[in-house]
C-alpha cells in the first residue's frame, strides 16, 4: 500500500485520475492534509504519521465520549480531510462534513468513493461559510468542532448560529488545545488557540446547559461537552 504525497492528491483531484481507487481511504486521510481549522489553513497543525496523530489525538476515545451514535446525525465542523468523519459514518445514521474550503470538500468526496455504498452513503458533505455552519433547524443531534475554534472570529456569535442546528437536547463537543507548551509540529500557535475557562463562559452566554470538561483525558487537548437546552 503506498503513501502519495501532498502535492499528488490535489492533481489527483482537479484531473479525477482514475488512481483514487487504489489507495484505501484510511490511508489518505490519515496521511494527507488535514487543516482542521475549517476557518483557515494551519500549516502548524500536525499533519505527520497516522501513528503520531492517532497517540495524541485518541480519536476512539474522543467518539466514544460523543456517545451513541447510532441512529443519529452528526455535523463535523472544520472536517478538514475527513479524519472524524470517516470514524464517525461507521456507527453514525449520518455525518455531515462541514468545510469552507472547496478542496477540502472535494477531497472527502473522493475519499468517499473507496467506501462500501452503505458507509458513502452516510457521509454528506457542505461547502459552509466562515461565520455560519449552514445548518437547518435543529438539523443534526450532535456537531463536533475539532482543531478548529481557535480561527472562528466571532466564536460566541458563531456558537449561537450552530446551537439552532442542533436538537433540542443535542451535543455539542469542542475538543481543542491547551494552553501549556506542546510541539510546534502538533498545535497551533498560541494566538489560534482558546482556554477552557472562554470557551465554558461562551457556551453559558449563549445558552448551552450541562457544560462538562474533561482536561485529564489527552495530553494536548481538552475535550467539552454541552447541551443545547432551549
Same mark, same amino acid.
Given at each position: 500500500?503506498?503513501?502519495?504525497?501532498?502535492?499528488? &492528491?490535489?492533481?489527483?483531484?482537479?484531473?479525477?485520475?482514475?488512481?483514487? *481507487?487504489? *489507495?484505501?481511504?484510511?490511508?489518505?486521510? !490519515?496521511?494527507?492534509?488535514?487543516?482542521?481549522?475549517?476557518?483557515?489553513?494551519?500549516? *502548524?497543525?500536525?499533519?505527520?504519521? *497516522?501513528?503520531?496523530?492517532?497517540?495524541?489525538?485518541?480519536?476512539? +476515545?474522543?467518539?466514544?465520549?460523543?456517545?451513541? +451514535?447510532?441512529?443519529?446525525?452528526?455535523?463535523?465542523?472544520?472536517?478538514?480531510?475527513?479524519?472524524?468523519?470517516?470514524?464517525m459514518s461507521s456507527e453514525a445514521d449520518k455525518v455531515i462534513a462541514i468545510d469552507i474550503?472547496?478542496?477540502?470538500?472535494?477531497?472527502?468526496?473522493? &475519499?468517499?468513493?473507496?467506501?462500501?455504498? +452503505?458507509?458513502?452513503?452516510?457521509? !454528506?458533505?457542505?461547502?459552509?461559510?466562515?461565520?455560519?455552519?449552514? +445548518?437547518?433547524?435543529?438539523e443534526v443531534d450532535k456537531a463536533i468542532i475539532i482543531n478548529t475554534i481557535g480561527y472562528?472570529?466571532?466564536?460566541?456569535?458563531?456558537?449561537?448560529?450552530?446551537?439552532?442546528?442542533?436538537?433540542?437536547?443535542?451535543?455539542?463537543?469542542?475538543?481543542?488545545?491547551?494552553?501549556?507548551?506542546?510541539?510546534?509540529?502538533?498545535?497551533?500557535?498560541?494566538?489560534?488557540?482558546?482556554?477552557?475557562?472562554?470557551? !465554558?463562559?461562551?457556551?453559558?452566554?449563549?445558552?448551552?446547559?450541562?457544560?462538562?470538561?474533561?482536561?485529564?483525558?489527552?495530553?494536548?487537548?481538552?475535550?467539552?461537552?454541552?447541551?443545547?437546552?432551549?
Amino acid at each position: 500500500m503506498r503513501l502519495f504525497p501532498m502535492y499528488l &492528491f490535489f492533481v489527483l483531484i482537479g484531473c479525477q485520475h482514475a488512481e483514487h *481507487s487504489h *489507495s484505501s481511504v484510511r490511508e489518505l486521510e !490519515e496521511h494527507g492534509h488535514d487543516h482542521h481549522d475549517g476557518m483557515a489553513r494551519n500549516g *502548524s497543525v500536525d499533519t505527520n504519521s *497516522s501513528e503520531g496523530r492517532f497517540a495524541w489525538q485518541k480519536p476512539t +476515545l474522543v467518539i466514544e465520549k460523543l456517545g451513541d +451514535l447510532n441512529g443519529k446525525t452528526i455535523a463535523d465542523i472544520g472536517a478538514g480531510t475527513g479524519y472524524f468523519t470517516f470514524r464517525m459514518s461507521s456507527e453514525a445514521d449520518k455525518v455531515i462534513a462541514i468545510d469552507i474550503d472547496p478542496d477540502m470538500i472535494e477531497l472527502i468526496n473522493v &475519499f468517499s468513493n473507496n467506501l462500501d455504498s +452503505l458507509q458513502r452513503s452516510r457521509i !454528506e458533505t457542505r461547502l459552509a461559510v466562515a461565520d455560519n455552519p449552514r +445548518l437547518a433547524i435543529h438539523e443534526v443531534d450532535k456537531a463536533i468542532i475539532i482543531n478548529t475554534i481557535g480561527y472562528i472570529q466571532d466564536k460566541k456569535a458563531y456558537l449561537r448560529t450552530l446551537k439552532r442546528g442542533i436538537k433540542p437536547d443535542g451535543t455539542i463537543m469542542i475538543v481543542d488545545f491547551k494552553m501549556k507548551r506542546i510541539p510546534a509540529d502538533i498545535a497551533p500557535a498560541p494566538a489560534n488557540r482558546v482556554s477552557i475557562l472562554d470557551i !465554558e463562559n461562551m457556551l453559558v452566554e449563549d445558552g448551552y446547559t450541562d457544560i462538562k470538561t474533561d482536561d485529564r483525558s489527552l495530553d494536548y487537548q481538552y475535550i467539552i461537552t454541552a447541551r443545547n437546552s432551549l
